[in-house]
């Protein structure tokens, strides 16, 4: 692997993000599939780093899921997208951040086909105008909330308790990155690094002091690809894709893998127990899987959060290995207990994966 | 005094013209950016569809250049003027040559393969051009991975950069697929127990011979052509190259480890003949490279009186086909000089 050439790609992929003001559009799955990341996202960036980040409960899907699984038409997306643009003008806000990849992908096809057919634009904006009385502006900037973590990156090291360091050996911990496929492959100078070698996550590894594993299927989807898990008899197809990568990422012994998008961890997680129970396969060390992570849950571990207060317990595949690896101090005790220290119960433990 | 001509690059098309313009009387000032003549050629070793060694082209375009010519190397073009009957070449240091008629032959760069991405040239350790490997077969070397071994299993990939809309080239750079096919009998000779896979859209076997070699790639060499374009390459641990492709015969994906793949790089105008059209005012064809008045009649004119095209200028074209052209420019040049 030549590092330069990767490097050369990276200069030339790189967005501008803006710095401050931002109106916070939540996934529609997140709060379910890894409760603690939008949070810990608001945390970091408010309290953290001191930014203004706003969002409005008024704000709803952006039909994104349903728009790739082709029961949403896209001057219907279209028009959701601008009534979410106008909650954003009526707060005074010009930069909009999102939480979902999906999201961030279909907000860049509006504005790129508005770009491209501003005739389409003028009939939108009288959609929503005859619908709801509203009217908007095209966001000045457009960004995904792990852009964000990327680009203040060096602020949440300054501020960090953890590295990813194994604590025993002294060594960078190994990493796998996993953008989500509407990061940056439909309009890959949306991106920070393009679409084939994207720079946004490994950033955040090199800068914490993880170090980045490259393996031959990277590229490939994670196994969600909507309507391969959608559609309940293509659910063998989107294990399958996720049993690729894990093979194919084995030999490199990863101590975790690190996602921006709302699906993709999901499917590496909840897929890993799956495989483990069909097959009889595990793919970390001792019969533990290998920890998936968010950004943010990431971002969280490395500013000193507790593993608990960051929803790590939701994960299907045990995290303890990493936290123990990176030395992060936790209670297991307290793994299943809420907010208020009420027992939440524990899960069924796997047949070979271990839990605990 | 005689009239003379200016040839801006010292490839083939311009030594031929030079050697021709000059054999009929006339002065000829070659001017070559390099340090030396002979353009692309100097890189290649053994030439499609004969095998014969690109030195001896070169040795026979060389001695083509009488007293007559005036080489000047490692020549830098500031600006071209033009009055009503001179050219005038400005380069870097000042010096202002005189003409009283102009010749492009500034040819072609190669596609930078690094553009096409997914193909990780750059980025993985054995993806190599054509190009690379022509140098390989011209140190005599013999063809290893970037470990220092033999490679097993060899794959090349063409349509690099060519009849590919997103590289931004809808055209065909024609020569790439024989030359893929050269190289790997190439391979084959120099390395039998290597086994070599092409992937390709179609073949494009479109001058004499090409096909028997094409032939003589399948039948004596068994050689694989696998019908489909490349999706991606990777790098696997072992630092051999995985490649997806879909077998388009079969209908069915296809995945495959190779020890080295070598990306079949396609022409695309030359950096110095954007500069220089800008300068004199050429509008390119929609692919890019400069087009003559007419297309038919009068293939190496320009609707400015005096300039001349030659070569791949033109777009991609075979040794034997620049040779041509270049003979068919000094025969327009000569004519227009003694009007």
Same mark, same amino acid.
């Given at each position: 692997?030549?590092?330069?050439?990767?490097?050369?790609?990276?200069?030339?992929?790189?967005?501008?993000?803006?710095?401050?003001?931002?109106?916070?559009?939540?996934?529609?799955?997140?709060?379910?599939?890894?409760?603690?990341?939008?949070?810990?996202?608001?945390?970091?960036?408010?309290?953290?780093?001191?930014?203004?980040?706003?969002?409005?409960?008024?704000?709803?899907?952006?039909?994104?899921?349903?728009?790739?699984?082709?029961?949403?038409?896209?001057?219907?997306?279209?028009?959701?997208?601008? *009534?979410?643009?106008?909650?954003?003008?009526?707060?005074?806000?010009?930069?909009?951040?999102?939480?979902?990849?999906?999201?961030?992908?279909?907000?860049?096809?509006?504005?790129?086909?508005?770009?491209?057919?501003?005739?389409?634009?003028?009939?939108?904006?009288?959609?929503?105008?005859?619908?709801?009385?509203?009217?908007?502006?095209?966001?000045?900037?457009?960004?995904?909330?792990?852009?964000?973590?990327?680009?203040?990156?060096?602020?949440?090291?300054?501020?960090?308790?953890?590295?990813?360091?194994?604590?025993?050996?002294?060594?960078?911990?190994?990493?796998?990155?996993?953008?989500?496929?509407?990061?940056?492959?439909?309009?890959?100078?949306?991106?920070?690094?393009?679409?084939?070698?994207?720079?946004?996550?490994?950033?955040?590894?090199?800068?914490?002091?993880?170090?980045?594993?490259?393996?031959?299927?990277?590229?490939?989807?994670?196994?969600?690809?909507?309507?391969?898990?959608?559609?309940?008899?293509?659910?063998?197809?989107?294990?399958?894709?996720?049993?690729?990568?894990?093979?194919?990422?084995?030999?490199?012994?990863?101590?975790?893998?690190?996602?921006?998008?709302?699906?993709?961890?999901?499917?590496?997680? *909840?897929?890993?127990?799956?495989?483990?129970?069909?097959?009889?396969?595990?793919?970390?060390?001792?019969?533990?899987?290998?920890?998936?992570?968010?950004?943010?849950?990431?971002?969280?571990?490395?500013?000193?959060?507790?593993?608990?207060?960051?929803?790590?317990?939701?994960?299907?595949?045990?995290?303890?290995?990493?936290?123990?690896?990176?030395?992060?101090?936790?209670?297991?005790?307290?793994?299943?207990?809420?907010?208020?220290?009420?027992?939440?119960?524990?899960?069924?433990?796997?047949?070979?994966?271990?839990?605990? | 005094?005689?009239?003379?001509?200016?040839?801006?690059?010292?490839?083939?098309?311009?030594?031929?013209?030079?050697?021709?313009?000059?054999?009929?009387?006339?002065?000829?000032?070659?001017?070559?950016?390099?340090?030396?003549?002979?353009?692309?050629?100097?890189?290649?070793?053994?030439?499609?569809?004969?095998?014969?060694?690109?030195?001896?082209?070169?040795?026979?375009?060389?001695?083509?250049?009488?007293?007559?010519?005036?080489?000047?190397?490692?020549?830098?073009?500031?600006?071209?003027?033009?009055?009503?009957?001179?050219?005038?070449?400005?380069?870097?240091?000042?010096?202002?040559?005189?003409?009283?008629?102009?010749? @492009?032959?500034?040819?072609?760069?190669?596609?930078?393969?690094?553009?096409?991405?997914?193909?990780?040239?750059?980025?993985?350790?054995?993806?190599?051009?054509?190009?690379?490997?022509?140098?390989?077969?011209?140190?005599?070397?013999?063809?290893?991975?970037?470990?220092?071994?033999?490679?097993?299993?060899?794959?090349?990939?063409?349509?690099?950069?060519?009849?590919?809309?997103?590289?931004?080239?809808?055209?065909?750079?024609?020569?790439?697929?024989?030359?893929?096919?050269?190289?790997?009998?190439?391979?084959?000779?120099?390395?039998?127990?290597?086994?070599?896979?092409?992937?390709?859209?179609?073949?494009?076997?479109?001058?004499?011979?090409?096909?028997?070699?094409?032939?003589?790639?399948?039948?004596?060499?068994?050689?694989?052509?696998?019908?489909?374009?490349?999706?991606?390459?990777?790098?696997?641990?072992?630092?051999?190259?995985?490649?997806?492709?879909?077998?388009?015969?079969?209908?069915?994906?296809?995945?495959?480890?190779?020890?080295?793949?070598? @990306?079949?790089?396609?022409?695309?105008?030359?950096?110095?003949?954007?500069?220089?059209?800008?300068?004199?005012?050429?509008?390119?064809?929609?692919?890019?490279?400069?087009?003559?008045?007419?297309?038919?009649?009068?293939?190496?004119?320009?609707?400015?009186?005096?300039?001349?095209?030659?070569?791949?200028?033109?777009?991609?074209?075979?040794?034997?086909?620049?040779?041509?052209?270049?003979?068919?420019?000094?025969?327009?040049?000569?004519?227009?000089?003694?009007?």
């Amino acid at each position: 692997m030549i590092s330069e050439g990767k490097k050369r790609i990276w200069n030339e992929y790189q967005k501008e993000i803006a710095d401050d003001h931002y109106f916070y559009v939540r996934s529609c799955v997140r709060q379910n599939f890894f409760p603690g990341s939008e949070k810990t996202f608001l945390k970091i960036m408010q309290h953290e780093l001191g930014k203004d980040v706003y969002e409005n409960p008024s704000h709803t899907t952006c039909t994104g899921i349903g728009y790739h699984s082709d029961i949403v038409p896209f001057e219907t997306a279209m028009t959701v997208i601008a *009534r979410q643009f106008a909650l954003m003008t009526e707060a005074g806000y010009e930069n909009l951040v999102t939480s979902c990849i999906t999201s961030f992908g279909l907000y860049s096809e509006v504005l790129e086909t508005w770009h491209h057919f501003p005739e389409l634009l003028q009939k939108i904006r009288m959609h929503l105008k005859n619908a709801t009385g509203r009217e908007f502006n095209i966001p000045k900037n457009l960004a995904h909330a792990s852009d964000l973590i990327y680009k203040f990156r060096n602020n949440i090291a300054a501020k960090s308790t953890n590295r990813l360091i194994n604590k025993q050996t002294g060594k960078p911990l190994k990493a796998v990155e996993h953008i989500g496929c509407h990061y940056s492959k439909m309009f890959p100078s949306k991106g920070v690094g393009g679409a084939e070698y994207p720079y946004v996550l490994i950033g955040m590894i090199e800068e914490w002091g993880g170090e980045v594993i490259d393996y031959p299927e990277r590229r490939h989807c994670c196994g969600f690809g909507f309507r391969q898990y959608l559609v309940m008899a293509n659910r063998g197809y989107s294990i399958a894709c996720s049993r690729k990568k894990f093979e194919s990422m084995e030999p490199y012994k990863p101590d975790l893998i690190l996602t921006n998008c709302p699906g993709c961890p999901m499917f590496f997680d *909840r897929w890993q127990y799956a495989i483990s129970e069909m097959e009889g396969k595990t793919y970390g060390e001792n019969d533990h899987g290998i920890p998936v992570l968010t950004y943010e849950e990431l971002s969280g571990l490395i500013l000193g959060y507790d593993p608990w207060d960051l929803g790590l317990q939701v994960h299907q595949v045990a995290v303890e290995p990493l936290l123990d690896k990176i030395g992060v101090q936790y209670n297991p005790l307290e793994k299943y207990q809420g907010i208020d220290h009420k027992d939440l119960g524990k899960p069924n433990m796997p047949s070979i994966l271990k839990f605990y | 005094m005689g009239k003379s001509v200016i040839i801006i690059g010292g490839g083939i098309a311009g030594m031929e013209a030079a050697a021709r313009i000059a054999a009929m009387g006339k002065e000829v000032i070659l001017l070559e950016k390099s340090d030396q003549l002979g353009g692309h050629l100097r890189k290649w070793d053994r030439l499609f569809p004969t095998r014969r060694k690109s030195d001896e082209v070169f040795e026979y375009l060389s001695n083509g250049l009488n007293d007559k010519v005036t080489i000047r190397l490692n020549i830098k073009i500031n600006k071209i003027k033009k009055d009503d009957r001179h050219f005038f070449v400005i380069l870097e240091d000042g010096e202002s040559l005189k003409s009283d008629a102009l010749l @492009l032959t500034t040819g072609y760069d190669l596609f930078e393969a690094g553009k096409k991405e997914e193909y990780g040239y750059g980025i993985y350790d054995n993806v190599i051009t054509s190009a690379d490997l022509e140098a390989m077969f011209r140190n005599s070397a013999e063809i290893k991975t970037s470990g220092n071994q033999k490679p097993r299993r060899v794959g090349f990939v063409h349509c690099v950069g060519s009849r590919d809309e997103k590289a931004g080239h809808l055209y065909c750079s024609k020569v790439c697929c024989v030359t893929g096919v050269k190289q790997a009998i190439e391979i084959k000779e120099k390395q039998p127990d290597t086994e070599i896979f092409c992937f390709y859209m179609d073949l494009r076997m479109f001058d004499r011979y090409f096909e028997d070699l094409y032939y003589e790639a399948q039948q004596k060499w068994g050689i694989q052509f696998i019908r489909g374009r490349l999706s991606e390459s990777c790098e696997n641990p072992d630092h051999s190259i995985l490649v997806k492709v879909e077998d388009t015969l079969t209908g069915r994906p296809l995945k495959m480890t190779v020890d080295l793949l070598v @990306l079949l790089s396609g022409f695309v105008p030359s950096s110095d003949t954007n500069k220089l059209a800008d300068m004199l005012g050429l509008l390119p064809g929609s692919d890019g490279f400069l087009t003559p008045v007419d297309e038919h009649f009068r293939t190496n004119e320009t609707q400015v009186d005096g300039l001349f095209l030659a070569g791949t200028v033109k777009g991609p074209a075979t040794i034997e086909n620049t040779i041509t052209d270049a003979r068919s420019a000094a025969i327009s040049i000569i004519k227009y000089l003694e009007k």
